[in-house]
C-alpha cells in the first residue's frame, strides 16, 4: 500500500486552511492510481520486473487485468491511500519463496513534485 501523509506539511497545511482553502486529494489519488497504472504498463520502474519463464502471450501481472483494475485510492483525514482489491497484490508487489517481487506500489520521484503541485495550486 502506498500512503501519502501531507499532515507532515503543518505549516503549509494550516497556512492553506487559514485561507480557506482545500488541497485536492482526489488529484493525488488519481495521479497515483495513474502512476502505478503506469508502473504495469511499464512492467516494473524504475527498474524492469523480472521477466516471466513461461511463453504467455500477456503482460506481465495482467493475465485477467483483475489486479491492474481494483488499484484504487482512499482518503482519510489529510492521507491518501492507494492500495489493491483483489488481496493477492501483495505476493507479487513484495515476493514469496515462489514468486519474485514485483513492485508496482511505489512512488515515483516525479510523482513527488507532481504532488507538491497539486499541494501548491491549493494556494491559488
Do not use: C
Not at 495521479?31 to 500477456?58: K, Y
Not at 491492474?68 to 505476493?91: L, P, R
Not at 515476493?95 to 514485483?102: V, Y
Amino acid at each position: 500500500m502506498i500512503d501519502i501523509d501531507i499532515s507532515d506539511y503543518t505549516a503549509i497545511l494550516d497556512s492553506i486552511h487559514d485561507q480557506g482553502q482545500e488541497i485536492n486529494m482526489d488529484a493525488i489519488g488519481q495521479l497515483l492510481v495513474e502512476s502505478v497504472h503506469t508502473n504495469f504498463d511499464q512492467e516494473g520502474r524504475p527498474s524492469a520486473w523480472e521477466p516471466r519463464q513461461d511463453d504467455n502471450p500477456w503482460p506481465i501481472l495482467r493475465k485477467t487485468g483483475d489486479l491492474y483494475h481494483s488499484i484504487h485510492y482512499s482518503i482519510v483525514g489529510d492521507t491518501v491511500y492507494v492500495d489493491e482489491g483483489v488481496g493477492y497484490g501483495t505476493y507479487h508487489d513484495q515476493g514469496t519463496s515462489r514468486l519474485p517481487a514485483r513492485p508496482f506500489l511505489l512512488v515515483q520521484d516525479e510523482d513527488e513534485q507532481a504532488i507538491m503541485d497539486i499541494i501548491a495550486q491549493s494556494f491559488v
